[in-house]
């Protein structure tokens, strides 16, 4: 069964701390995502990973850097928390596919609120 | 860049009832459509997809939707609503051409089912 487990559920962090989101999934899948979740705005994407060490930003970058170190992990990054960013963050892999028919699978979230 | 509508926010309806979501998309290129669900306190997951052939395709639960190429239409129903239906739908989309699966989201609908 994929599984994609981010480590932190719900965090509660100060504007301007450093923050970090890791992510990690066992079916070594090529692509990792970081979306944002908010109400009435549905998923965007934040940033994508398609290889160890390539990153690709999407639509909503700003404010945001990753890492990908290792296959299996990707980390978002928040430099300096604002309040803007919080947010429910979303998690995804998915194999590279033929045509762009691939599948993402979610993890279940983490929740930061940012004070 | 494609973009996608989701035409309600908020639905309620009662059990039995049949369910209609519907969801636009604009984009001049080929793609592939998803339909994911969010069931209360679980992670995000794949209701249903389709990447070609037969336009009307078949999900879990019985969903099932109808992608109308000349509407860019791909309207998510259900015929008989039960309460475990309660939940966020997002319809989403990707490139044909984009081989790391980027997904575009719509805002989501969520639907209440009442018994």
């Known amino acids: 069964d994929v599984k994609v487990t981010q480590s932190s559920r719900y965090l509660v962090k100060r504007t301007g701390e450093k923050v970090f989101l890791e992510c990690v999934q066992d079916m070594d899948h090529e692509n990792m995502f970081w979306y944002r979740q908010d109400p009435g705005l549905g998923l965007r994407l934040i940033y994508f990973?398609?290889?160890?060490?390539?990153?690709e930003k999407g639509d909503i970058p700003e404010g945001y850097s990753v890492s990908r170190e290792k296959k299996e992990r990707f980390s978002l990054i928040l430099e300096s928390a604002s309040t803007n960013q919080t947010s429910m963050y979303l998690c995804a892999s998915s194999p590279t596919g033929v045509a762009g028919a691939n599948v993402l699978t979610f993890g279940a979230g983490s929740r930061l609120t940012v004070l | 860049a494609q973009s996608v509508s989701q035409h309600n926010h908020h639905v309620i309806l009662s059990e039995a009832a049949s369910l209609e979501l519907g969801c636009n998309y604009s984009y001049g290129g080929t793609v592939n459509l998803f339909w994911y669900v969010q069931y209360p306190g679980q992670h995000l997951q794949l209701l249903l997809k389709?990447?070609?052939?037969?336009?009307l395709v078949k999900g879990i639960k019985g969903f099932e939707a109808e992608f109308i190429k000349s509407k860019f239409s791909f309207n998510l129903r259900k015929p008989s609503v039960q309460w475990s239906d309660t939940a966020e739908y997002f319809c989403?989309?990707?490139?044909?051409?984009?081989?790391?699966?980027?997904?575009?989201f719509g805002a989501g609908t969520q639907v209440v089912v009442t018994p």
């Open positions: 990973s398609y290889d160890v060490k390539m990153k």
């Open positions: 989403a989309v990707n490139a044909r051409s984009d081989s790391w699966g980027k997904l575009q």
């Open positions: 389709y990447f070609s052939g037969d336009p």
